[in-house]
């Protein structure tokens, strides 16, 4: 039986960092409750998000709720994913709420990102896709 990562039904409030995943293969992040917070510390952390995959493969970000409680200060990020790697991935109907702009609900940065799925993903009950 192989074990996989898996965060299902959870719910995050004020976190600055709730998901981070380097490297893991096939993990599932679904269905989730993630409130980005303002860093305790101004300039403590760069970016604070919500989710945030580098190195992984296989993954399935799927049906989560992305919001930030605190909009005004910092700049916080929903979703960010870098080098993903070879096998299909997927990220679909997340929604993203009190973020200011779409590039800080979910963003792709630089590497192999391209076995990636993302679509169907929501701010201010309205559809884009990640690109």
Known sequence: MEWKESVDQTGFIRCMAPV?????????????????????????????????????????????????????GTEKMGLIINNSGPDPNMVYNNTFDNFIFKASCATIMEGNNSSANFATCWMAGKKFVVQ
């Open 20 to 72: 981070n995943m380097l490297g893991i293969q096939d993990a599932v992040i679904a269905r989730c409750d993630i409130d980005v917070a303002e860093p305790a510390l101004p300039g403590w952390i760069s970016y604070p998000y919500g989710v945030y995959s580098e190195q992984c493969t296989g993954y399935q970000i799927d049906g989560n709720h992305f919001t930030t409680t605190q909009p005004a």
